[in-house]
């Protein structure tokens, strides 16, 4: 059985890619909600409504394990499918809270994200659970997505952006920087420059598929030998509810894996209503 | 009657406010469909499915004429609107590209727009049917909308995205340019100085309000008096389908009338299906 990954559009291929690597043996479904993008200027209410939406395809799709590869979805929408869901879950906002609290010093740790993530107040929240005393700045940053769209990864307009919203996080001492929304991985170099040398940064993609693989082992759910693959049965398959070709041209640039093809799917058509007993099987 | 206005958040407002300066008598319907904006990297069908959402809701609301105040929406929509909708619609690209042909001089027109409104090739056909002859260069910009919708209006780093989209449209020798996204008039200043100043600049905003006053005049359809506004019946009612309380506040920084409230709504429990008879009649 597969392992379901969803995410508002291309940035969750980040999280997959980690448990690519991470997690060899898996098969994979993955959903990007390409014709709802971005989620991260959206309410929570509206968020909460479009996972469920994408849970239940991915249910339907048989898989063991769901994980949120959305930093916005994550923080609006992850109690309710946690409790509703009948499979285990897992968001990326943990993960990465726990890594920060890990490896900071002094205790000051910035987030940047989506305004939604930001507005959240998830990653603080996480944090102050794990330790009480740290000090969390969090920059919304709503121009790198754009950016990293565009294609601009190396360009002295994104370091430019990226420079400016650093400015606050790094007046205020911090020693550590979750990269809160799955498209700032790729440009982590950039991000990197703009924070300086002494910043840890936290990629919460690589975490969350280290936390992914301990979970599965606890539950006796790892597949333990390479999936065995007929003709026409690949071992990643993706979902869109969009624009399928676009996606799969920037996903062939994220994952060197070959993404043969991605399949549209009307999202809309699945119910957003909380998951009913008889769902939950 | 209110003039029905939609787009799919909040550029259709530039719209809105040519049809509020140049028709002070009417009453208006605005719809900013901010839970599933952006419409410019989504595809045709979907869209369409969203822009009769919306006409559906419009025509709930007693409209007696329609304006597709996105240029995305007007570009795979209008045909379909056009053709099922019970009261008159116009959208904002016809209007555009007329304008485009009277100014130009060497028959050398440029576009910039989102992907999906280059994409469609809409201005291109318009200008041919008006202008065989001429050549129309197009330039999809997708920095552009984030920019603004940062509030970077005036600002070096939108200078230097506006002057690198531009640079091939000045190379072919364009002696005007059409803002084809209503976005864009909100930085009207940056664009003028990076086409410099022998380059015309359309508004589609401003002709589709003359253009849509002319029509309403030919079907005797104009309202030749302030409305009667009683207590809590105000001349502009804004709706939205996400975030209503964020396009209040932009739209206030666009309109100068003063946005009381926005109402937010469910837009997807309106049907996509074309318009049935019964509901034309």
Request: net charge neutral; hydrophobic share 40%; glycine share 8%.
């Given at each position: 059985m597969p392992i379901g990954v969803f995410d508002s559009?291309?940035?969750g291929l980040t999280v997959a890619r980690e448990i690519m690597r991470q997690m060899p043996n898996e098969k994979i479904v993955y959903f990007g909600d390409t014709a709802r993008v971005?989620?991260?200027?959206?309410?929570r209410e509206t968020v909460a409504r479009y996972s469920r939406q994408i849970v239940r395809f991915l249910l339907e799709r048989k898989v063991k394990a769901i994980a949120i590869a959305c930093n916005t979805a994550s923080a609006y929408a992850l109690p309710e499918i946690e409790r509703e869901c009948p499979v285990p879950v897992i968001g990326v906002i943990r993960p990465g809270a726990r890594t920060a609290c890990e490896c900071t010093k002094n205790g000051r740790i910035g987030v940047i994200a989506t305004r939604a993530t930001v507005s959240s107040g998830s990653y603080t929240e996480f944090i102050h659970q794990i330790m009480p005393g740290a000090q969390v700045f969090a920059q919304a940053c709503p121009l790198l997505v754009p950016l990293v769209e565009e294609g601009l990864w190396e360009d002295p307009v994104t370091d430019e952006i990226t420079r400016r919203y650093l400015a606050s996080l790094l007046h205020h001492g911090i020693d550590t920087l979750i990269m809160?929304?799955?498209?700032?991985p790729l440009i982590r170099k950039t991000i990197g420059r703009a924070a300086g040398e002494t910043i840890s940064l936290i990629n919460p993609a690589y975490e969350t598929a280290m936390e992914l693989r301990s979970m599965l082992a606890d539950l006796n759910l790892l597949s333990d030998h390479r999936p065995a693959l007929g003709?026409?049965?690949?071992q990643y398959r993706f979902y869109v509810s969009d624009m399928a070709e676009q996606f799969q041209q920037f996903a062939n640039s994220i994952i060197k894996?070959?993404?043969l093809a991605s399949e549209k799917i009307d999202?809309?058509?699945?119910?957003?209503?909380p998951l009913s007993k008889e769902e939950k099987g």
């Amino acid at each position: 059985m597969p392992i379901g990954v969803f995410d508002s559009g291309i940035g969750g291929l980040t999280v997959a890619r980690e448990i690519m690597r991470q997690m060899p043996n898996e098969k994979i479904v993955y959903f990007g909600d390409t014709a709802r993008v971005p989620y991260g200027s959206k309410s929570r209410e509206t968020v909460a409504r479009y996972s469920r939406q994408i849970v239940r395809f991915l249910l339907e799709r048989k898989v063991k394990a769901i994980a949120i590869a959305c930093n916005t979805a994550s923080a609006y929408a992850l109690p309710e499918i946690e409790r509703e869901c009948p499979v285990p879950v897992i968001g990326v906002i943990r993960p990465g809270a726990r890594t920060a609290c890990e490896c900071t010093k002094n205790g000051r740790i910035g987030v940047i994200a989506t305004r939604a993530t930001v507005s959240s107040g998830s990653y603080t929240e996480f944090i102050h659970q794990i330790m009480p005393g740290a000090q969390v700045f969090a920059q919304a940053c709503p121009l790198l997505v754009p950016l990293v769209e565009e294609g601009l990864w190396e360009d002295p307009v994104t370091d430019e952006i990226t420079r400016r919203y650093l400015a606050s996080l790094l007046h205020h001492g911090i020693d550590t920087l979750i990269m809160g929304c799955t498209h700032y991985p790729l440009i982590r170099k950039t991000i990197g420059r703009a924070a300086g040398e002494t910043i840890s940064l936290i990629n919460p993609a690589y975490e969350t598929a280290m936390e992914l693989r301990s979970m599965l082992a606890d539950l006796n759910l790892l597949s333990d030998h390479r999936p065995a693959l007929g003709q026409g049965v690949p071992q990643y398959r993706f979902y869109v509810s969009d624009m399928a070709e676009q996606f799969q041209q920037f996903a062939n640039s994220i994952i060197k894996y070959g993404i043969l093809a991605s399949e549209k799917i009307d999202i809309h058509t699945y119910s957003s209503a909380p998951l009913s007993k008889e769902e939950k099987g």
